[in-house]
T-cell receptor
Framework: DVKVTQSSRYLVKRTGEKVFLECVQD?????MFWYRQDPGLGLRLIYF???????EKGDIPEGYSVSREKKERFSLILESASTNQTSMYLC??????????????FGPGTRLTVL | GQNIDQPTEMTATEGAIVQINCTYQ??????LFWYQQHAGEAPTFLSY????GLEEKGRFSSFLSRSKGYSYLLLKELQMKDSASYLC????????????FGRGTSLIVHP
């Protein structure tokens, strides 16, 4: 069974702290994604990666960085957390495919609160 | 770029049928997904349409009209557990495998 896991379901951090959110998938997927989800704004793409050590900015990369050292693991880093980064963070993965259905599989999410 | 529009909220009665619409504008269409997301949980894949017409899967069906930039998700014999957000996501041509999501429709099913 396909699985995407995230390191924490709930996280509380203080302003200025460095925050690491980890995501692991066991499906040997090439593509991995980080989204944040806020009420009324839907899912917004922060960063994505299509291969090990490769990364691309999404729609809202400011204040975030990512790391993909191994195919199965994609980390989201908040270098200096701020209160406006309080949100639900969702990781997803998908197969590399030039055509056809390649749906994303999502992790359970991490609800981050920055105080 | 893309512009995806779906209603913010809908309510329906248990046992009824509900249709959730999604309209989109894109320079090159390459497929449309519907996902279901229960409160506090991850989105899960429901359907994928790339050709015009209706795809049926049990109580759920999804329809696509590429010429109209329009899709709908049809839920029959509604159950309380169908209360969730339903996300429409569109893929563009150009080799991108990254869908753009609409803001989601929150469906409330009441007895």
């Amino acid at each position: 069974d396909v699985k995407v896991t995230q390191s924490s379901r709930y996280l509380v951090k203080r302003t200025g702290e460095k925050v690491f959110l980890e995501c692991v998938q066991d499906m040997d997927h090439e593509n991995m994604f980080w989204y944040r989800q806020d009420p009324g704004l839907g899912l917004r793409l922060i960063y994505f990666s299509y291969d090990v050590k490769m990364k691309e900015k999404g729609d809202i990369p400011e204040g975030y960085s990512v790391s993909r050292e191994k195919k199965e693991r994609f980390s989201l880093i908040l270098e200096s957390a701020s209160t406006n980064q309080t949100s639900m963070y969702l990781c997803a993965s998908s197969l590399e495919s030039g055509a056809g259905r390649n749906e994303q599989f999502f992790g359970p999410g991490t609800r981050l609160t920055v105080l | 770029g893309q512009n995806i529009d779906q209603p913010t909220e809908m309510t329906a009665t248990e046992g009824a049928i509900v249709q959730i619409n999604c309209t989109y504008q894109t320079s090159g269409f390459n497929g449309l997904f519907w996902y279901q997301q229960h409160a506090g949980e991850a989105p899960t894949f429901l359907s994928y349409n790339v050709l015009d017409g209706l795809e049926e899967k049990g109580r759920f069906s999804s329809f696509l009209s590429r010429s109209k930039g329009y899709s709908y998700l049809l839920l029959k014999e509604l159950q309380m557990k169908d209360s969730a957000s339903y996300l429409c996501a569109v893929l563009e041509t150009g080799g991108s495998y990254i869908p753009t999501f609409g803001r989601g429709t929150s469906l409330i099913v009441h007895p």
